[in-house]
C-alpha cells in the first residue's frame, strides 16, 4: 500500500458522482419470502479495515457498495449495487432502453422500479446484453416480456451462453459458490464482495433470445430513436462480447472489457481461456473509435470515467496489463519456464502498479500468467513426471507414507505456520486430509490455515475460496448454488441445443449396448430431429435420413422439456412405435451432482 495513491480520492468521488436515490427497501424477495438482496448487507464497510482485511481489497469493497440509482449523463442512468452487475437505462423517444438486466429477475424488476420512480414510468422499448455471462441476461424478464422489442446481442451470444450455464452449469455454478462466497458471512471476517460487484444475487434466472445479432464493427442500430454504433469484441472477456457508443449522448459502453481491476483470463470456476492479446487489440481499438466522441465511459460493473483524458489513461494502461502479461508470459514461456515458475517471476511495470484499476481484485496476475500457458501449450507443462500421475486421494496417501504419517504431516505442518510459509502447510494439510477425510485434527487446521490466507488476500475471489474451503472442512459441503439453466433457460435453447444437453447426461457405460433411434417432430416449430444411440453416445441429426426409427414422437418444444426434466408422463404422447424406447433413454440418463466437494476427497 505504501506506493499507492492513498490520499487519492478520485475513484470515490466518481462511485458517488451522479447519485440520485437508494431503493426505499434494502431487501429484494422473491415471491415466496425468499431474500435474494440484501442492499444494506455491506454497512459494515463503513468501517476502518480490520486484521482480517487485506487494505486494498477493503477500499475496493467501500466502492462497490456504493449503490443506487445514478445519472451517468443526460439521458443516461445506472442502477449499481443491486446484483453483481450494472444495469444501464438510456432513455429514447418513447421509453428506456435496458443494458444487462443483471442476474436475477426480482433483483432486475426492483431496479427497474427504482429508475421509474424517480424518471417516470416510461416503458422498456429495447434490450441490450453487452455478452454472454449470466449476470449480463439473467435478470431480462424482469423488465421484459420478450414480445414487441429488439433485443440486441453479439454474434454467437446464444451458443455460448447455453455453453456456460446448461452444459457445463452445475460444475461451474458450484464452484462459483465458493469464488463469489455466496454461503459465507457479510463481515470483516468473511465475505467483503467479489473484486468485481458484491455478490451475485439468488433469485431466478432468466433468457430473452436476442432478436437482433451485432455481426460487425461499425454496425448502427437506433432503438426508440437511440442511436448506437457497435464495436464486436469476440474473445475478450466473454466469447461473445461487445463495446458501443451513444454518439448523442457521447457514452461510450466498454461492457467488461475494461473495469477497475485487473480481470480473469481464466476464471475461477472455470471457462474457456480468454485471449489477452486479442483484449488489448480491442481496447486499442476502442481508443482509436471512440476516445474523441465519448465525454464519459461506463462498463457492466463499477463505476464511470470521466472526462476524454481519463479515459483514454484508463483505457491505454488496462490495455497495456492484458499486452503485457500475454507477451511476457510467451516470452518466459520459449525460454523454458512454466506456468508456475512464470507466475512466481511476473512483476508488472511501475507505472501499472501505483494505478488502483489494474489490481488484481477480481483476476490475479498469478493466475492470468498460468492462463496465457495454458492457452498455448495446455496443461501439460513438458516434465513426464507429470505425464501420469496419481489422482489426488492416491497420490495423498503415498506422501502422506513417505512423510512418516498423518501425525508427522501435522507436525511438519505446524512448523511452516510458525515459520509464516503457509502456501506449502496448506500443500501438506491438503495431502493430509485427502489421504483420511477423517482426519478431523488435520481438516481442522487446514481450516485455519485457509482462514489465515483468505483474510491476507487482496484478491477477493481468491479470499472468497479460501474462507469457502475452510467453511466445507468444518461443516461438509453446501448445496446452493444459482440455478442457471431454469426451466426459463432451458425455454429458450433451440431444438439442437436441448438434445446437445440431454447427450451430456448420458451415462455412457449404461448406454454400451443401447441401439436406437427416435424421430422427435416438434410440431409448433415444423422441425424435424433424429436422436440415435450409438456407443454409449447420444448422436444428434437435424435431417433425419436412412431406415425408420423405432419411435417418433409428435410434440411441442414445450412438450419436450417436460419429457426430459420429467414434468409429466409419456404414455399421452402422440407418437408411433415402442414407447418403451423413450423409457430405455430414461433409463440412461444421469443428473448432475450440485454439492460436489472441493476441498475434500
Not at 425468499?34 to 459494515?44: G, I, L, M
Not at 446448461?166 to 468473511?190: D, I, K
Not at 511452516?416 to 491438503?430: M, P, Q, S, V, W
Request: charged fraction near 20%; include cysteine.
Amino acid at each position: 500500500m505504501a506506493d499507492l495513491p492513498t490520499r487519492d480520492r478520485a475513484d470515490f468521488d466518481n462511485a458517488e458522482r451522479g447519485f440520485i436515490a437508494k431503493p426505499s427497501d434494502a431487501l429484494i424477495k422473491a415471491s415466496d419470502g425468499k431474500v435474494v438482496w440484501d442492499c444494506d448487507a455491506y454497512d459494515f464497510l463503513d468501517g476502518d479495515c480490520p486484521a482480517t482485511a487485506h487494505p486494498s481489497l477493503w477500499r475496493q469493497a467501500q466502492l462497490c457498495a456504493v449503490h443506487g440509482l445514478f445519472e451517468v449523463t443526460d439521458g443516461v442512468y445506472q442502477v449499481r449495487g443491486l446484483d453483481l452487475s450494472n444495469m444501464t437505462l438510456v432513455e429514447g423517444r418513447s421509453g428506456v432502453v435496458v443494458i444487462d438486466p443483471l442476474i436475477s429477475t426480482e433483483c432486475a424488476a426492483a431496479a427497474l422500479r427504482l429508475y421509474r420512480d424517480h424518471r417516470g414510468e416510461r416503458p422498456v422499448t429495447g434490450l441490450i446484453y453487452t455478452h454472454s455471462h449470466v449476470d449480463h441476461f439473467g435478470g431480462a424478464r424482469g423488465v421484459a416480456d420478450g414480445t414487441g422489442i429488439p433485443v440486441i446481442a453479439p454474434a454467437h451470444f446464444m451458443e455460448h451462453a447455453v455453453s456456460e450455464n446448461v452444459y457445463a452449469g452445475t460444475a461451474m455454478n458450484r464452484r462459483a459458490l465458493y469464488m463469489y462466497g455466496q454461503l459465507l458471512p457479510r463481515s470483516p471476517e468473511g465475505q467483503l464482495g467479489c473484486g468485481l460487484g458484491m455478490g451475485t444475487s439468488a433469485g431466478t434466472v432468466s433468457l430473452i433470445p436476442p432478436t437482433v445479432d451485432v455481426t460487425r464493427t461499425g454496425q448502427e442500430e437506433t432503438v426508440d430513436g437511440v442511436r448506437v454504433v457497435f464495436q464486436l469484441t469476440p474473445g475478450t472477456e466473454a466469447p461473445a462480447e461487445m463495446n458501443f457508443l451513444f454518439p448523442d449522448h457521447r457514452a461510450l459502453c466498454m461492457a467488461e472489457n475494461a473495469t477497475h481491476n485487473l480481470h480473469n483470463l481464466l476464471t475461477l470456476r472455470g471457462a474457456v481461456v480468454r485471449d489477452p492479446r486479442t483484449w488489448a487489440r480491442y481496447l486499442d481499438e476502442a481508443v482509436t473509435l471512440f476516445a474523441d466522441h465519448a465525454d464519459v465511459a461506463f462498463a457492466s460493473h463499477h463505476w464511470p470515467t470521466w472526462g476524454r483524458d481519463d479515459i483514454v489513461t484508463f483505457l491505454s494502461q488496462q490495455r497495456d496489463l492484458y499486452a503485457y502479461l500475454h507477451d511476457q508470459t510467451v516470452r518466459m514461456m520459449n525460454l523454458g519456464l512454466t506456468g508456475g515458475e512464470i507466475a512466481e517471476a511476473m512483476r508488472l511495470p511501475p507505472a501499472l502498479e501505483r494505478a488502483w484499476h489494474t489490481h488484481g481484485y477480481y483476476g490475479s496476475v498469478s493466475h492470468n500468467v498460468k492462463a496465457v500457458y495454458q492457452r498455448y501449450l495446455g496443461w501439460f507443462d513438458g516434465n513426464p513426471a507429470h505425464l501420469w500421475e496419481h489422482p489426488p486421494v492416491k497420490q495423498a496417501r503415498r506422501y502422506v507414507e513417505c512423510l512418516g504419517g498423518a501425525s508427522a504431516v501435522r507436525a511438519l505442518a505446524e512448523r511452516y505456520i510458525g515459520e509464516g510459509d503457509l502456501r506449502f502447510a496448506a500443500t501438506l494439510l491438503n495431502h493430509a486430509v485427502f489421504a483420511d477425510e477423517g482426519d478431523s485434527a488435520a481438516r481442522g487446521l487446514l481450516a485455519r490455515v485457509y482462514t489465515r490466507l483468505g483474510h491476507g488476500a487482496e484478491n477477493a475471489t481468491w479470499r472468497n475460496f479460501y474462507l469457502s474451503g475452510a467453511d466445507e472442512l468444518t461443516g461438509g459441503p453446501s448445496a446452493g448454488a444459482t440455478d442457471t439453466a431454469s426451466s426459463e433457460v432451458l425455454g429458450a435453447l433451440t431444438a439442437e441445443q436441448i438434445f446437445d444437453s440431454l447427450a451430456i447426461r448420458v451415462d455412457g457405460p449404461k448406454a454400451w449396448n443401447e441401439r436406437f433411434a427416435i424421430d422427435w417432430h416438434l410440431t409448433d416449430l415444423d422441425e424435424r430431429h433424429r436422436t440415435t444411440m450409438s456407443n454409449g453416445a447420444l448422436i444428434h441429426h437435424v435431417v433425419p435420413s436412412g431406415a425408420g426409427a423405432e419411435l417418433t414422437l409428435r410434440l411441442t418444444k414445450r412438450r419436450l422439456l417436460g419429457l426430459l426434466t420429467g414434468e409429466g408422463g409419456v404414455d399421452d404422447v402422440d407418437h408411433d412405435g415402442d414407447l418403451g424406447v423413450l423409457r430405455r433413454l430414461g433409463s440412461v440418463l444421469g443428473e448432475p451432482k450440485v454439492d460436489f466437494a472441493i476441498v475434500t476427497p
